[in-house]
């Protein structure tokens, strides 16, 4: 996704990224669509998507329209996977939630620790093949959303609202009694 019509930088965009497709990737589908165009199919039919390439810009702006998909951008973690090393099969990687550093709540106890727990979910799947402690923190989130915990950016009629703290204290909780 990009802004080709309106963009230069849209234009080179386009072009690197057929030429790229066409040199390396060719047996992988390749559709192009107007950023724009992209956020609202996004919202429409977000499951048509596979994977979605496109420069910083536009990828911070559809990774938060994304996030309310979710409900708040609290609830996404993320993974930059390097391609493994041909000698040792370990690659470099970085976890990390999709959200910023969100400075106006710093300190309060409002965030929402969900995306940075599932971020080392990943981190424990993908750069240290502990699968079964990964599945289990998963659990561990999901039972605790399903027992109606809800920090602010996710609450719900009915729900019972906490902090930071007590998210992450009812997660490990609950990680700790599939752990056993």
Known sequence: MEKRNVMKSGVLWNEVVT????????????????????????VRRPKQFDVIVTDNLFGDMLSDVAAMLTGSLGMLPSASLGAPDAKTGKRKALYEPVHGSAPDIAGT??????????????????????????????????AVLDKGIRTADIMADGATKVGTTQMGEAILSEFKALMA
């Open 19 to 42: 030429a790229t497709h066409k040199a390396k990737y060719s047996d992988v589908e390749l559709t192009h669509m107007l950023a724009d165009a992209g956020g609202m199919q996004l």
């Open 109 to 142: 106890g409002a965030a929402n620790p969900i995306a940075m727990i599932a971020s080392f979910a990943m981190c424990l799947r993908y750069s240290f093949n502990m699968v079964s402690e990964a599945t289990a923190l998963e659990n561990a989130i999901a």
